[in-house]
């Protein structure tokens, strides 16, 4: 396949295009020598998905005011946003080597007034949630039916502003939102702790069971394994079916590994940023099985 050749949604295998994603976001993020990894490579697997099988979406009118929407709230992950949207056909695969500089359209964090595909502003943690209730609820009062989806880390619901609208969304109806937690049991360190160092890596929401607790908010509650593509199919239909029905907006928890899908990334926080080395990049090729041509 060239690299230029636009994927289309029915005619590709998501495996094959998630792998391909995880190596732009590692190759990209070494070209331009600063980036996000660990985060990106956690959520590749729900992007590749919902953008290849769920959302309504045409990447040649990128501004279609019925498309479905997806704000990444997690908005230091956006080289696995952008690179979905390269492969998904939004803009050519080649620009993603512009990320991060000066006059890219492809910013370190997502800007919603640049990049083709991107539908909120994002980078201050925290925020996602509430833009996308905002579009849902738009889409009520103006009779539309498409649907908002927001992801957000689980370092990022520590953060006091995502509960305001996870309190107040059942209470204007918003089935027509779904949030797709990335529960990859890291954030960037972790708690400060007496007893150890002054990070000690816990899971910012292993004590909590997070499906109660959004259930008791008048939330309806998934969970789901982010790395199995049939499983987060099924869930992804589910909402999709049970949208319109009951008022409620849905969470779907998605356990994840941090950097997942390359050996030496996978589940630590030292690759939550980080540039790889030539021999490291060669060892994420052969692992991600991608062709010479696409480096
Ligand atoms: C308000 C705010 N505080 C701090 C940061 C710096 N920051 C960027 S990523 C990150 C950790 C996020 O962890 P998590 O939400 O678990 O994301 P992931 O594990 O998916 O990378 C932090 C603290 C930020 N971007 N915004
Ligand atoms: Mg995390």
Do not use: C
């Not at 305001?164 to 049991?185: K, M, Q, W, Y």
């Amino acid at each position: 396949m060239s690299p230029t050749e636009i994927l289309t949604a029915e005619e590709t295998e998501l495996d094959a295009v998630a792998r391909r994603a995880r190596w732009h976001i590692l190759n990209t993020v070494a070209s331009s020598k600063a980036g996000h990894i660990g985060g990106p490579l956690s959520a590749t697997d729900l992007l590749v998905a919902l953008y290849f099988r769920q959302l309504r979406i045409d990447p040649a009118q990128p501004q279609d005011p019925d498309r479905d929407r997806f704000i990444l709230s997690k908005g230091h992950s956006a080289i696995g946003l952008y690179s979905v949207l390269a492969l998904r056909g939004y803009f050519p695969e080649e620009e993603l080597l512009s990320f991060d500089h000066g006059d890219s359209r492809l910013q370190g964090h997502p800007d919603m007034l640049l990049t083709p595909g991107v539908d909120s502003s994002t980078g201050s943690l925290g925020q996602g949630l509430a833009s996308g209730a905002g579009m849902a609820l738009a889409a009520k009062r103006l009779g539309k039916d498409f649907h908002t989806w927001v992801m957000v880390g689980d370092g990022e619901i520590e953060e006091g502003m995502v509960w305001e609208t996870v309190i107040s969304a059942p209470r204007f109806g918003l089935d027509n939102l779904t949030l797709i937690i990335d529960l990859n049991g890291l954030q960037q360190y972790g708690w400060p702790a007496a007893d150890t160092d002054r990070f000690d890596r816990s899971e910012p929401m292993g004590h909590v069971d997070l499906e109660a607790v959004f259930r008791g908010f008048g939330w309806n509650a998934e969970t789901v394994d982010g790395h199995d593509f049939d499983a987060i199919l099924a869930t992804y239909d589910k909402v999709e079916q049970r949208r319109g029905n009951d008022g409620k907006p849905t969470v779907i928890i998605a356990n994840t590994t941090k950097g997942h899908g390359v050996s030496f990334t996978s589940g630590t926080y030292k690759w939550h940023n980080g540039v790889a080395t030539p021999e490291q990049l060669d060892l994420a090729r052969g692992e991600l099985n991608v062709e010479d041509s696409q480096r």
